[in-house]
């Protein structure tokens, strides 16, 4: 019977399989923060081994524990490692036939693997397995187990995701920004199933990936995480604001409930004519349930210089009213806090 105190059991693991490759940590504390922050099931049993942590006792103990207090719902997510031996762990392997028995004990209504492996075999030809094959005989003897599983590859620097690999970056994005799909006591939820299209979409837009995710079993019913889509989470207030030099402006703001929740901070400069001159945006990540810091804009003042009209006027010694719009918001653009605040530049700001 499943625990009346939590839905939801989590277990997210990542193990650099080589010391060059450090993505899998970073996937596997990524993943668990979408699931333990604010956008996360009440109440979710969560652990994240990373590292040395990813031992076969330690894995085996939280394996045990969701045998023995079994959640509605169960997710274990795993970045490293696979071949025919399982997944490698710190100090060896989890083999297939254990964590087959490890999932056929856990009597949740559901159980979700999603799986960013680094497999050593060359990419397959059409027709021929991408992955070990004990990955599709996990769900084909558990019906209750649905397997998401993808070839890992590292984002680059200076993209989106950098310090990810590809389907987890694209999967965290989807828990992220994906409109609900499944209602749970009012509340939207992004459902397995859409968590993986959603991702799956992303994999193939955004890298035209040849390699794309892989699904085993009944996808479907089992809510993730909260969506935005429908109102924000939390609330944000702007604070106060700082001038510096050039066309520079420091934003303190407070950010409350949003842990690990991403949240826009969007400016936009005008002129006295409310004419945009200058708009960007600047991501804030709180990491706490109240979330105190400061984000410092900067704009290249070529923007003024090159205008036709106040470039000219700043060179006969001109002053210009100018005005910055600063609104925080979430990804959908629903507002918590918007700002404006007015000041002069003249050319010896």
């Known amino acids: 019977m499943a625990s009346s105190h ?11 399989a080589v010391p060059q490759i450090k993505f899998p940590e970073k996937n596997a504390r990524d993943f668990f923060h979408v699931f333990t922050g604010a956008l996360g099931p009440p109440n979710i049993k969560a652990s994240c081994l990373i590292g040395s942590q990813a031992t076969q006792a330690a894995v085996g103990a939280i394996f045990d524990a969701a045998v023995l207090a079994p959640s509605k719902y169960f997710v274990a997510y795993f970045s490293g490692a696979a071949g025919t031996q399982g997944l490698k762990l710190a100090d060896g392997f989890l083999a297939p036939q254990l964590l087959a028995s490890y999932l056929e004990g856990i009597q949740s209504t559901a159980v979700l693997l999603v ?27 558990l019906p209750r187990v649905r397997v998401a599983v993808a070839r890992a590859t590292a984002v680059g620097d200076g993209h989106i995701g950098y310090g990810n690999s590809r389907f987890t970056s694209a999967y965290l994005q989807s828990l992220q920004e994906s409109p609900g799909d499944l209602k749970r006591r009012g509340v939207a939820y992004v459902s ?3 968590a993986f299209d959603a991702a799956t979409d992303i994999v193939r837009r955004r890298w035209d990936e040849r390699d794309l995710p892989a699904e085993s079993g009944l996808f479907g019913g089992v809510p ?9 989470v939390g609330a944000g207030q702007i604070q106060r ?3 510096g030099r050039g066309l520079s402006l420091r934003v303190e703001h407070a950010i409350n409930r949003r842990r690990h929740v991403p949240t826009v901070l969007h400016y936009l400069l005008v002129d006295a004519s409310d004419e945009p001159l200058a ?6 990540v709180p990491d706490a349930d109240e979330h105190v810091g400061s984000t410092t804009i900067r704009v290249k003042p070529r923007v003024l ?5 106040w470039g000219p006027m700043l060179d006969i ?3 210009l009213a100018l005005r910055w719009r600063v609104t925080l918001r979430d990804v959908y653009g629903h507002v918590l806090d918007r700002q404006v605040v007015s000041f002069e530049y003249t050319r010896d700001t």
Do not use: N
């Open 279 to 284: 708009e960007g945006i600047a991501m804030i």
């Open 115 to 141: 799986l960013d492996v680094i497999v050593d075999t060359p990419f397959p030809k059409v027709g021929t397995p991408q992955f070990p094959a004990w990955i599709d005989a996990l769900p084909a003897a």
């Open 317 to 319: 010694g001109e002053t």
């Open 305 to 309: 210089y090159d205008h036709t009209i």
């Open 6 to 16: 939590s839905s939801h059991r989590l277990v997210a693991i990542g193990v650099s």
């Open 192 to 194: 397995d199933r859409r």
């Open 241 to 243: 604001f700082s001038e």
């Open 224 to 232: 993730l995480v909260r969506s935005e889509a429908e109102r924000a």
